[in-house]
């Protein structure tokens, strides 16, 4: 097999299975198919005239080692060595497990503190939080455009301050903490690390990271203040920062998440996310960094959907296809450069609001599928997720789904179980192919910036998107409890988050206070240096950043200084 | 307080009043050709013909749209009121179409000086349809400065623009993948004005001066003593630019065009032509509608399936259908 | 098809920093592709965004999808300024997306015509436009 971009091709390749053995099985399966088979389907047809997967490559009915004979053993390997099919370290969930990150995020940085060390009681190993739409949007609470969103969908952070309460009791130097937070990540990063330096952590020690993958935001999570360049501009400036201060930190976590939640095939998935990684890491080797001295702590965050064994399949092609991407064009040298770490979350698009118990049962499901293609982190979806933030019930039951296969199925102790398998193997080749040809389809266009500012990634999405529902309301696709096996019985009462209503108004107030209290001068001079900064291209906007937050500027006034310099992005939407 | 709608006035004068949800409700009645529109078409006519009529023109991609918000934040600036008029393809199979244009004028919404309305073609016998020449009419009457015209961009309303307008603005964009040679040269012809937008693109200065060639070459520089001018525009927000770029440039070109055209006279014979293109506009629809009306002359089905049997001949068919229904 | 026979005009509307717009660019393919006339407003608008538009564009419908939770604040406010702003009483306002139950109950007695959930079919959609269009009949 021609594995593009691979200079395993000039080496010597082992052949799994001898061409002897080959032409025998070939013999068998004809011989199979011209009887038992025949005659079997004459009595019994099956079901569909066609069977695909969630991407659309044809499945067939049986696999062999016929399906495998021409993948080299090279390319499967050992979880540990290049290319990092089967997992990125070599004892898997032996050395350690997953970690269990469920999201948390409402109301005022307090509230969810409660939420946070709830969860850490309950066991929960990492923390991660989400923040309300005007933080993700880099709007002060008491913006207009915030107005009847503040603390709704996640926390909300204004000024440092709240993130002190976020965190208040929680030692960050011993837990490590994901934010999903993207256009204005590197404000909240600059608030991480000011509140670190005050209570006297090593930076070097703290780990987590920020989602701050802005590319992926433009194709589908459509979070965004400025235009596309002067983003990757600042990202870039987070992962220079972070790989010079901050040696446990990633500072990027590329998402493919949203690209399958907005409505891309598992394929689109990968695909784009290894184009805007393309992107991203070369804005940063642009300026002088080596590879070797960021590309580790990159990290990554996927979906793990429906169709059980391509979404195995995709993570272990996903990987391979980065190993390779990493050291064929852009001459990594440490294996710690080209092997993929991600974090999955399970699909949110598949959950139902009829029947939410059936919630309960997909979720587990897609958490099985997550583990057994080597995940290094998992959030589990609220049964309640159709609803509403997920209520303690809900975000327990979604741990307990994690903790019981941690612990009860043995599932943990064998890394990659399912290498070897003539159909996951198969499918992994189909993946990694139809992946390398969208990167080249994608490259023609100028890279995931052309392709975005072309549409290319929003078309594939809308139309993959349109399909599906199509295929939804035609019946063709079944959504239990939906589509089929629907049920007039009442459903489970679903407790739905309360959201306090005064939450908004307290947290406004606060933030008035704190403008009144600072020294608004020294705020003023710490902001124009900001934009000074920022339209040099070349300097570094974190250090600046952090000098604001420490004088009490908030999110919103950081942002507003910016958008001077950089104007704001509008979309041009592709149907 | 009392409503507006609920007064006595009529629609029309409403409309000549500047009541917004008036001229909204006027330009659905040109669209739909409801009841007495004739009537109110013609008193708006009358009441109407001081505003400047501008097309903006160019292949999708050129970033019109955007172009046009930048235009009518500067026009704003210079205190004239505006009416814009997006116009969308129509699928050509279900009648249905997705209206996108306003999206990038999002910031001009909260403007009471500017007044947005989208239309689709609605499988207009090509060229501009009927109703968007009305529609036009009625931003007119209701006292706008300026009514911009943004055609789709593809197909013969390109063309057909230059008949329905004072100015025609021509946007392009270069690295769109095709070459200046590929633009058609029916685009070339019709422009009062050359706009390069995206010009901050490395390309840029590649395509205006293909630009410039290729108009000396077709002999299109100067028309009727205007020297038709190629601008470069970079309509995009921010870089630290209020109105964009080149902006201010066409909107002062624009004005300059307007005065040529009063003073050379040669707007008599524009306004000349944008009236007999409007009569021929009308005829067609309403002969065809009259045509195919099955309450009025011969049956049209009936007709159609005479000529497909090859029992009458299509000339004689179609002068029979007009004699006996119009 | 309206009562003249003209095509149906719908606004489609994303409202707040939600940017969630999977379905309702699902649901504006599927009007279109039934025949009717789609203005997007696109995402992250306000209210007075919506309204300005339904209004300049003399909408039949105005179809609102907000998965952001905030629906309890933001149709009170739009049906609100289409009062104010005279709007015309027969439009039609329509929400989607994600809500409990019992703030669906309340939104329709303030004069919310209809909620689509999120599995909503896209043909459920356009045959309960269409409804609900020719069960308002002509609008003048």
Redesign the interface.
């Known amino acids: 097999m021609e594995t593009p971009y691979s200079k395993l091709n000039s080496e010597q390749l082992t052949r799994l299975i001898e061409e002897s053995v080959v032409r025998q099985i070939e013999d068998e399966v004809a011989d199979w198919e011209s009887n038992e088979l025949a005659g079997f389907l004459e009595r019994v047809p099956e079901q569909k005239s066609e069977y695909r997967s969630g991407s659309g490559f044809p499945v067939k009915r049986v696999y062999t080692p016929e399906d495998v004979a021409d993948t080299p053993w090279e390319e499967i390997g050992l979880p540990g060595r290049y290319p990092f099919t089967r997992g990125p370290y070599p004892t898997m969930y032996r050395g350690r497990s997953w970690t269990m990150r469920q999201i948390a995020g409402f109301g005022s940085g307090a509230e969810t503190n409660e939420r946070l060390k709830y969860l850490v009681r309950q066991g929960q190993t990492g923390l991660s939080v989400d923040f309300d739409m005007p933080t993700l949007m880099g709007y002060d609470s008491d913006d207009s455009m915030s107005w009847g969103e503040v603390g709704r969908e996640g926390t909300a952070i204004d000024v440092i301050d709240d993130m002190e309460a976020l965190f208040e009791g929680i030692n960050l130097e011993e837990i490590s903490v994901s934010m999903t937070i993207n256009p204005s990540a590197w404000i909240l990063l600059a608030m991480y690390v000011a509140l670190a330096e005050e209570k006297g952590y090593d930076l070097n020690k703290l780990s987590g990271t920020i989602q701050n993958d802005i590319l992926k935001e433009y194709a589908a999570q459509k979070e965004w203040v400025y235009p596309i360049r002067p983003s990757m501009r600042i990202v870039r400036d987070t992962i220079v920062y972070c790989a010079r201060n901050m040696r446990r930190y990633n500072a990027v976590n590329i998402s493919g998440y949203h690209i399958s939640e907005a409505g891309g095939s598992p394929l689109h998935e990968v695909a784009f996310t290894l184009a805007n990684t393309k992107a991203f890491v070369q804005d940063v080797t642009s300026v002088g960094m080596d590879v070797d001295d960021f590309a580790p702590r990159l990290s990554f965050f996927f979906v793990s959907q429906a169709d059980f064994f391509e979404e195995i399949a995709k993570f272990r092609a996903v990987r391979r296809v980065y190993a390779k991407m990493m050291k064929e064009e852009f001459g990594a040298k440490k294996p710690e450069s080209m092997r993929m770490r991600f974090h999955t979350q399970t699909a949110a698009a598949t959950l139902t609001k009829p029947q939410p118990i059936n919630n309960i049962v997909r979720t587990t499901l897609q958490a099985l599928s997550a583990v057994l293609g080597g995940t290094q982190s998992l959030h589990t979806n609220g049964l309640d997720e159709a609803y509403t933030i997920p209520s303690e019930f809900a975000m327990k039951v979604a741990l307990r789904t994690q903790q019981i296969i941690a612990e009860e199925t043995n599932i943990p102790n064998v890394s990659d179980p399912l290498g070897g398998s003539y159909y996951v193997e198969s499918l992994t080749n189909d993946m990694e192919r139809a992946i390398w040809e969208i990167l080249e389809k994608t490259e023609e266009m100028g890279g995931a910036v052309g392709a975005i500012e072309q549409g290319y990634f929003q078309r594939e999405i809308a139309d993959f998107a349109y399909e599906l529902a199509q295929s939804k309301a035609h019946n063709d696709r079944t959504v239990v409890g939906v589509n089929k096996y629907i049920d007039d019985e009442e459903d489970h009462k679903v407790e739905t988050h309360a959201l306090d209503p005064e939450s908004e108004q307290r947290q406004i107030d606060f933030l008035k206070r704190v403008k009144a209290e600072r020294d608004n001068d020294e705020v003023e001079r710490i902001l124009k240096k900001l934009q000074d900064t920022a339209r040099d291209h070349d300097a570094n906007l974190m250090p600046v950043t952090i000098e604001a937050v420490k004088a009490r500027a908030s999110m919103g006034e950081i942002v507003n200084a910016l958008k001077e310099v950089f104007g704001t992005y509008t979309e041009t939407p592709v149907f | 307080m009392a409503?507006?709608?609920d007064s006595a006035q009529s629609l029309t004068e409403r409309v000549r009043a500047g009541h917004?949800?008036s001229?909204?409700?006027m330009?659905?009645h040109v669209?739909?050709g409801?009841n007495n529109v004739a009537e109110q078409v013609a008193e708006l006519y009358k009441a109407g013909g001081h505003a400047r009529i501008i097309g903006i023109t160019g292949a999708p991609g050129a970033g019109k749209s955007?172009l046009v918000s930048s235009l009518v934040r500067e026009l704003r600036a210079r205190d004239n009121t505006v009416g814009i008029i997006a116009i969308d393809p129509?699928?050509p199979?279900?009648?249905?179409?997705?209206?996108?244009d306003?999206?990038?004028m999002?910031d001009l919404?909260?403007d009471p000086g500017v007044?947005?309305?989208?239309m689709?073609t609605?499988g207009a016998l090509g060229g501009l349809a009927r109703a968007t020449i009305d529609a036009v009419t009625v931003l007119d009457a209701a006292g706008k400065d300026i009514v911009l015209v943004e055609t789709v961009g593809v197909g013969q309303d390109e063309v057909d623009i230059v008949r329905a307008c004072h100015t025609t603005v021509v946007v392009s964009a270069p690295g769109m993948g095709d070459d200046v040679q590929a633009i058609k040269a029916g685009i070339l012809e019709i422009a009062d004005v050359h706009a390069v937008n995206k010009a901050d693109r490395p390309e840029a200065n590649k395509t205006i001066g293909e630009l410039k060639t290729m108009l000396k070459d077709s002999g299109h520089v100067l028309t009727d003593g205007w020297k038709i001018p190629v601008l470069a525009t970079v309509a995009?927000?921010?870089?630290?630019v209020e109105h964009g770029q080149g902006v201010d440039e066409l909107a002062d070109v624009m004005e300059r065009h307007y005065e040529h055209l009063v003073s050379s006279g040669e707007i008599e014979r524009r306004e000349r032509n944008m009236a007999a293109h409007r009569l021929k506009t009308i005829i067609q629809g309403v002969a065809l509608d009259r045509v195919e009306d099955p309450s009025v002359g011969p049956d049209f089905d009936a007709a159609v399936e005479d000529v497909r049997l090859r029992k009458r001949a299509p000339f004689t068919v179609a002068l029979d259908l007009l004699e006996n229904s119009v | 098809m309206t009562e003249t026979g003209q095509p149906i005009r719908i606004l489609v509307a994303k409202v707040g920093l939600d940017g969630h717009d999977r379905g309702a660019k699902v649901i504006a393919r599927a009007l279109r592709d039934a025949g009717m006339e789609v203005i997007y407003t696109g995402l992250h608008r306000r209210p007075e965004d919506v309204v300005t538009s339904a209004i300049q564009e003399d909408v039949d419908v105005i179809g609102v999808s907000i998965l952001s939770g905030a629906h309890m604040t933001v149709f009170p406010r739009i049906i609100e300024l289409l009062r104010e702003q005279e709007a015309d009483e027969k439009t039609l306002l329509l929400g989607g997306g994600v809500m409990p139950d019992e703030d669906v109950e309340e939104l329709k007695s303030m004069g919310v015509a209809e909620i689509l959930g999120q599995d909503t079919p896209p043909d459920t959609v356009v045959e309960t436009v269409r409804r609900l269009v020719s069960e308002r009949g002509a609008r003048v």
């Open positions: 409503r507006v709608t917004v949800p001229i909204a409700r330009i659905s669209e739909s409801a955007t129509s699928s199979f279900s009648g249905g179409s997705i209206l996108g306003r999206i990038r999002s919404y909260h007044f947005i309305r989208s689709a609605r995009e927000h921010g870089q630290g």
